[in-house]
């Protein structure tokens, strides 16, 4: 008996074939003005916030390092009953009275104490300098170069760190030292003036 194939899809050898559907294979100038909008779109919105969230991560980072700075020179001179000095640092391993604190700073014990690191005083810690685009500064009621914090955990100075992503003032902040020795994080100034960006280095 004869078998009929009725089906398009069948070859001639009795299996089935794959009817695949016909695209063309050009793209027409509205498709690609339509994807170039899109992506111009997601690009607009998605750019100015990542930015900003990479002004806020480095602004938190940095104001965390130099928290976190602040209170290890203050243990280090309970823990170790002499007193212990923080300051900003060119190469690292001397204290400086040039530039911004942005450029880093050591903490060490002040043996002496005259302020400045000798060879056989002990190095801490030293940090080097932030990212380009975070501006520092130390302002201080005595020296604006280093803090010395006593074996009882306090200082002889208040001061206020500001700090600025890519110098704009409203990303400005302040971490401001009393001197008990206690650091609190602030959008304005000790006296409630409002904050400034520093001079860029």
């Not at 200082?155 to 704009?168: E, I, S, V």
Request: positive net charge; proline residues 3%; charged residues 15%.
């Amino acid at each position: 008996m004869d078998v009929k194939l009725t089906s398009a899809c069948a070859s001639a050898h009795g299996q089935r074939l794959i009817a695949f559907p016909k695209f063309s294979n050009g793209i027409s100038l509205m498709d690609v003005m339509t994807s170039l909008a899109v992506a111009s779109l997601l690009f607009g919105v998605g750019i100015p916030a990542f930015q900003s969230y990479l002004a806020s991560s480095r602004l938190v980072s940095s104001s965390n390092l130099i928290s976190r700075s602040l209170m290890l020179t203050r243990s280090e001179a309970v823990k170790r009953n002499n007193q212990v000095l923080i300051c900003k640092s060119q190469d690292q391993l001397a204290c400086t009275t040039a530039g911004s604190w942005r450029q880093g700073w050591i903490i060490f014990e002040d043996r002496l104490p005259d302020q400045q690191r000798n060879d056989d005083e002990p190095l801490i810690l030293a940090q080097s300098e932030l990212p380009a685009a975070i501006q520092l500064n130390y302002a201080a009621f005595r020296s604006s170069n280093y803090i010395a914090f006593q074996p009882t955990g306090i200082t002889k100075t208040n001061g206020t760190f500001t700090l600025c992503y890519d110098a704009k003032a409203n990303s400005a902040q302040a971490l401001i030292l009393s001197k008990t020795g206690r650091v609190r994080l602030s959008r304005a100034r000790a006296n409630g003036r409002a904050l400034s960006c520093p001079e860029t280095d």
